[in-house]
């Protein structure tokens, strides 16, 4: 997936800003851990700054738009860890290992290099938000590309699985995450921060439904009942794997 991220990478950091609730859930879920390797680490959104972060990134347009100050970034596959055994005390992954091309090795890898806990935030390809009642493809690309939860525990061993519900006015701007504002899917800007636009095709026909259906007030209509909802379950899931050989902490 680096060639992707290289030529969308121009407006990421602007398009993906970490959101701050999020990023709250995911630097608790790592605990005491100091030294924290961040996997598929992009433009750095979500690195805890009380930390030692070391970054791995397999897109150097990525690497490139990280911000001064960050953490440092090697150019590396997931798959492929230039690290010893045990080398961290935690390890973080956002929305990313979906684009591994092998994601149980990269799974793998990870926990190889990592002594406690790893902490993972992915969306269960169950999950239909209601995007996909205008855009099934997301559907299919969904089950296509994003691991179940089988994947994780084969790879990881125990874990657990929390609903990470998404804010109605979140910052980040992620596949899902305009849920409650509608609006924002008919933007190509707001679209071209997600990697999942640039895969699908023919999206216009679906796109035009929902804008038929927005004008109408047909959309408000049908999805009354998350109008009002300040959050919402969109399928993403938080994901914490223990020490090496122990179940997560409950």
Same mark, same amino acid.
């Given at each position: 997936?680096?060639?992707?991220?290289?030529?969308?990478?121009?407006?990421?950091?602007?398009?993906?800003?970490?959101?701050?609730?999020?990023?709250?859930?995911?630097?608790?879920?790592?605990?005491?851990?100091?030294?924290?390797?961040?996997?598929?680490?992009?433009?750095?959104?979500?690195?805890?700054?009380?930390?030692?972060?070391?970054?791995?990134?397999?897109?150097?347009?990525?690497?490139?738009?990280?911000?001064?100050?960050?953490?440092?970034?090697?150019?590396?596959?997931?798959?492929?860890?230039?690290? %010893?055994?045990?080398?961290?005390?935690?390890?973080?992954?956002?929305?990313?290992? =979906?684009?591994?091309? !092998?994601?149980? #090795? /990269? *799974?793998?890898?990870?926990?190889?290099?990592?002594?406690?806990?790893?902490?993972?935030?992915?969306?269960?390809?169950?999950?239909?938000?209601?995007?996909?009642?205008?855009?099934?493809?997301?559907?299919?690309?969904?089950?296509?590309?994003?691991?179940?939860?089988?994947?994780?525990?084969?790879?990881?061993?125990?874990?657990?699985?929390?609903?990470?519900?998404?804010?109605?006015?979140?910052?980040?701007?992620?596949?899902?995450?305009?849920?409650?504002?509608?609006? %924002?899917?008919?933007?190509?800007?707001?679209?071209?921060?997600?990697?999942?636009? =640039?895969?699908?095709? !023919?999206?216009? #026909? /679906? *796109?035009?439904?929902?804008?038929?259906?927005?004008?109408?007030?047909?959309?408000?209509?049908?999805?009354?009942?998350?109008?009002?909802?300040?959050?919402?379950?969109?399928?993403?899931?938080?994901?914490?794997?223990?020490?090496?050989?122990?179940?997560?902490?409950?």
């Amino acid at each position: 997936m680096p060639a992707l991220y290289d030529s969308i990478g121009a407006g990421y950091e602007t398009l993906r800003q970490p959101d701050p609730r999020i990023g709250a859930r995911l630097h608790s879920a790592l605990g005491p851990a100091r030294r924290v390797l961040n996997v598929g680490a992009g433009t750095g959104n979500y690195e805890p700054s009380d930390r030692s972060i070391v970054a791995v990134e397999p897109s150097a347009r990525m690497i490139q738009r990280r911000p001064p100050g960050s953490a440092p970034a090697i150019q590396a596959s997931a798959a492929a860890l230039p690290f %010893a055994d045990g080398a961290f005390d935690a390890a973080l992954a956002v929305l990313t290992i =979906h684009h591994c091309p !092998d994601p149980l #090795a /990269g *799974l793998r890898e990870v926990r190889r290099v990592t002594r406690g806990r790893i902490v993972i935030l992915t969306f269960d390809p169950a999950a239909r938000p209601w995007l996909t009642d205008y855009l099934p493809g997301l559907a299919a690309l969904d089950e296509a590309q994003m691991p179940p939860l089988e994947v994780y525990r084969a790879a990881l061993g125990p874990i657990r699985v929390e609903p990470l519900l998404t804010p109605h006015d979140c910052v980040d701007g992620f596949l899902y995450a305009y849920w409650r504002r509608p609006h %924002a899917y008919l933007d190509p800007r707001i679209r071209s921060g997600s990697s999942s636009f =640039h895969a699908l095709k !023919d999206i216009d #026909a /679906g *796109l035009g439904r929902l804008k038929a259906d927005l004008d109408s007030g047909d959309w408000q209509g049908r999805y009354a009942d998350i109008n009002g909802l300040e959050e919402y379950d969109a399928g993403y899931r938080l994901l914490v794997a223990g020490p090496r050989g122990d179940p997560p902490d409950r």
